[in-house]
Nanobody
Framework: QLQLVESGGGLVQPGGSLRLSCAAS????????IGWFRQAPGKEREGVSC????????YYTDSVKGRFTISRDNAKDTVYLQMNSLKAEDTAVYYC??????????????????????WGQGTQVTVSS
């Protein structure tokens, strides 16, 4: 069974850091695109970042550029999202998703949820003092 499992969420003070992990089981991520999305209460799901597991191409939404870094470990079929300088507005449930590698052809596709086929269950990130 194909599964994605997120971990690493929690409560952090503004300005702090967290590292989220997205681990795949039941399949290898080598030719997939992996996206990170988030959904805050009362808001639509938002694409945050994505990475092509084959060539390493990455995209970031403007609100996280310079603060978040997406990376991959193909040997572990795992993708990470390092989040620094966290703000209250980063509070949300964070999801990872997998889709065809061609998703990373454009940023628009990369951050659009309809292109992704497999989703994790989400991990809560709360930024509060």
């Amino acid at each position: 069974q194909l599964q994605l499992v997120e971990s690493g969420g929690g409560l952090v003070q503004p300005g702090g850091s967290l590292r989220l992990s997205c681990a795949a089981s039941g399949f290898t991520l080598d030719y997939y695109a992996i996206g990170w999305f988030r959904q805050a209460p009362g808001k639509e799901r938002e694409g945050v970042s994505c990475i092509n597991m084959n060539n390493g191409n990455t995209y970031y939404t403007d609100s996280v550029k310079g603060r978040f870094t997406i990376s991959r470990d193909n040997a572990k079929d795992t993708v990470y999202l390092q989040m620094n300088s966290l703000k209250a507005e980063d509070t949300a449930v964070y999801y990872c998703a997998a889709g065809a590698g061609t998703i990373t052809t454009t940023q628009a596709m990369c951050v659009a949820s309809q292109w992704y086929d497999y989703w994790g269950q989400g991990t809560q990130v709360t930024v509060s003092s």
